[in-house]
């Protein structure tokens, strides 16, 4: 082998070896970025999870939210303390408007925390009431619910907000 293969072996054996240790940097951090990492998935034609849900639904959501996920009425007027009413989970509302990793997190962190502001407001924090596979249950039955062409929709835009995500 001349002198100039060899140098070429050389410099292809070091890059790989370079390409390895920043990967493995790489990887090892970006587990350090919650709670913004992307990746939250849903499973609306899983039975056993939307049962799952279905049930945390009716514990803990439907009292504000409505058995049939309608909303309060006249969720879009501020009551006479400045709240906002809970609005409504069926397509009617603006829940699909958001990601699947938006809605996880607001409903455990609340939404004091996903906008980065003080706002008083009527949603409880689930953190330390709800485990997140019952979020990701609870939010798997919301989505059941929606007409098939709006959870398409949810899951594209889930997917575009994961790409982009800060
Ligand atoms: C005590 C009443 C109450 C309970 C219980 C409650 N919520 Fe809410 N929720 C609200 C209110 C009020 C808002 C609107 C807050 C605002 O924007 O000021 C809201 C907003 C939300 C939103 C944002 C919707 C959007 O379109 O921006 C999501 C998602 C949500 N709730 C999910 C849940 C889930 C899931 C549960 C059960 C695990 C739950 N909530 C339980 C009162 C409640």
Redo the contacts with the bound molecule.
């Keep these: 082998m001349g002198n100039l293969n060899k140098l070429k072996v050389q410099i292809f054996f070091f890059s790989s070896i370079l390409l390895l240790i920043l990967g493995g940097w790489f990887y090892t951090n970006s587990s350090l970025t919650e709670p913004n990492q992307p990746g939250v998935s849903l499973f609306p034609s899983k039975d056993n999870i939307i049962s799952v849900g279905k049930r945390?639904?009716g514990q803990?959501?439907a009292?504000?939210?409505g058995l049939n996920l309608q909303g309060a009425p006249n969720w879009r007027q501020r009551d006479e303390d400045g709240?906002?009413?809970?609005?409504p989970?069926d397509r009617s509302?603006?829940?699909w408007?958001?990601s699947a990793d938006y809605?996880f997190k607001?409903?455990k962190y609340g939404?004091e925390k996903m906008i980065g502001q003080k706002?008083p407001?009527?949603?409880?924090v689930?953190a330390s009431v709800?485990h997140d596979n019952d979020?990701i249950a609870?939010?798997s039955y919301?989505k059941s619910t929606w007409p098939i062409t709006i959870q398409r929709r949810h899951t594209q835009l889930s997917i575009r907000a994961n790409v982009g995500q800060k």
């Design positions: 945390v639904y803990n959501c009292s504000c939210h709240y906002l009413p809970a609005p989970h509302g603006h829940t408007h958001h809605l607001m409903t939404i706002y407001n009527n949603m409880p689930f709800l979020i609870v939010l919301i």
